[in-house]
Nanobody, 124 residues
Framework: QVQLVESGGGLVQPGGSLRLSCAAS????????MGWFRQAPGKEREFVAA????????YYADSVKGRFTISRDNAKNTVYLQMNSLKPEDTAVYYCAADSGGLGGYRVGEYEYWGQGTQVTVSS
């Protein structure tokens, strides 16, 4: 069983930056692939970024490529999402997710564990 707790959300102006963190419980964190998803009001949950268990392979949605960076610190059981050049359309609840298979992916169904989410609002 893995428990995930996100933090770091908030209100930021367009062009600003935020860093989200996701702290995971459990001794097997290093073997899990981790992902970030987001959900805006009235929309489906969508993929943002993922990182494999080793940290050697990362994936990004086209809408965030070049602006967002996912990373992980297995010693701290934490995964991060650095978000730069934020736009109003990035406004959403951001969720952290874990995949015990270690590979991750783009689909919601590939992840078994989810956090409660953290709100990110980009507005002037």
């Amino acid at each position: 069983q893995v428990q995930l707790v996100e933090s770091g959300g908030g209100l930021v102006q367009p062009g600003g930056s935020l860093r989200l963190s996701c702290a995971a419980s459990g001794r097997t964190f290093s073997s899990y692939a981790m992902g970030w998803f987001r959900q805006a009001p009235g929309k489906e949950r969508e993929f943002v970024a993922a990182i494999r268990w080793s940290g050697g392979r990362t994936y990004y949605a086209d809408s965030v490529k070049g602006r967002f960076t996912i990373s992980r610190d297995n010693a701290k059981n934490t995964v991060y999402l650095q978000m730069n050049s934020l736009k109003p359309e990035d406004t959403a609840v951001y969720y952290c997710a874990a995949d015990s298979g270690g590979l991750g992916g783009y689909r919601v169904g590939e992840y078994e564990y989810w956090g409660q989410g953290t709100q990110v609002t980009v507005s002037s």
